[in-house]
Every structure is written in C-alpha cells, then in structure tokens.
C-alpha cells in the first residue's frame, strides 16, 4: 500500500482500505430497478424520484435490508479474501480473535468471516454514484461471521475526520485513518493500528454473540 493523498471528503481513503464494489454488477442493479419500476405504471412516482437522483449523481434510497443485499451480491472480490491490504489483515485478525479468545472459538472457520465494502468508484458525469447504504445509511463496510445457525453483523465507517468521534455514530465501529498509515514506510504501526481496529470488531461482536 503507497501513501495516500486523500480527497477532502475522505473518499480516496475509504477506496484505499475498504476497496470498492464491481462498478459493473453496481450499474447493472441500478438500470435492473429503473426497469422493474418502468415496467409497473403504479410506480411512475418512484420512478420519478429514482431518476431525479441519479441525474444528480445520487442513488436511489433503498432501505437498509435491500442495500444489505445489494452490497453483498455486487462485491468484486470473494468476501473471506478482500483485495485491499487493510481490508484483508482486519479480517484476519478478527478471525484469529474469535478462534483464540471468543465463546465459540471452536465454531468458527474461514468461511465463517467475512468482509463486504459497500464503497463505489462507479463514476457517472465525472462525480462518484455512491452506495445506498454509504450514502443514506452511513455505512462504508461491514462484516458478517458465522456463528451456529446465525450471522452477526458488525457494520463500521471509514474517515480521515477526527471530529467525526464527537459525533453520534451510526455504525458498530469508527474508523479514524491516520493519513500517514503505510504498510510498506511503517509496518509495524500499520500492523498495530489494524490489531486495534480488529480488537474493536471483536469487542462488538462478543457483544451481539452475547445478546
């Protein structure tokens, strides 16, 4: 990973560490909903409104389940092997977390943590058509792991902001990138910085294990 030189809103950032969805299934999905709504004259209104966002360069709102499942189906990477350097050793380590130290360790298995992003860089009049769930659930991530008969979901957000620590979360877990976080110039704060991301996972998920 080279060192970034991030965009005022972060989004450099977010696409560094978190990685991106296949802009191709992403498009695909948005053109599927205008054509499913095209095809029902009940819902000329949402119609209307899905195409006034997307001429402003926005996506449609979706609710949190269907942009769940949106994100899942548009990943461009198997979700146990993320592309992104980050991405991938947040995922491993809190897949050694809960081998070694959670209440199911003897559970869990590869396949049984995964990693999704939910970010986009499918660019449309020369700005970036976020993801519903990024862009109206302020979600730039999430993780799912396996335990017994059911998934626990841990969602998380990426930013460069220190500020945004005041704010009131809307995710499980918040990331603040320091702008100097370089696997290859500073390996070992790289990898000390991913083991605190990673124990902060794991805390909120022993947390919903738990519930």
Same mark, same amino acid.
């Given at each position: ?15 560094? $560490?978190?990685? #991106? ?8 999905? &948005?053109?599927? +909903? *205008?054509?499913? @709504? ?38 461009? $990477?198997?979700? #146990? ?8 050793? &947040?995922?491993? +380590? *809190?897949?050694? @977390? ?114």
């Amino acid at each position: 990973m080279h060192k970034n030189h991030y965009g005022e809103n972060g989004k450099v950032a977010e696409s560094d $560490f978190f990685g #991106n969805i296949d802009k191709g299934k992403h498009w695909e999905k &948005l053109n599927q +909903k *205008v054509g499913q @709504l095209k095809s029902n004259p009940e819902k000329r209104k949402e119609l209307q409104a899905v195409v006034e966002k997307l001429r402003n360069v926005l996506p449609p709102y979706d609710s949190r389940r269907s942009s769940f499942a949106m994100i899942e189906e548009c990943q461009a $990477f198997p979700p #146990n092997e993320p592309d992104k350097e980050y991405a991938r050793e &947040l995922r491993g +380590k *809190v897949l050694a @977390l809960l081998q070694e130290q959670s209440e199911v360790a003897d559970e869990i298995q590869d396949t049984d943590v995964l990693f999704f992003t939910a970010c986009s860089d499918l660019v449309v009049q020369n700005k970036t058509l976020d993801t519903s769930l990024d862009r109206w659930h302020g979600i730039d991530a999430f993780m799912k792991v396996r335990v017994g008969d059911r998934w626990v979901l841990i969602t998380m957000d990426g930013s460069i902001d220190p500020n945004k620590m005041e704010k009131k979360p809307k995710t499980d877990v918040v990331t603040i990138w320091p702008e100097d976080l370089d696997s290859r110039e500073n390996p070992e704060t790289f990898n000390s910085f991913v083991e605190m991301e990673a124990q902060k996972v794991f805390d909120s998920l022993q947390s919903k294990i738990r519930e």
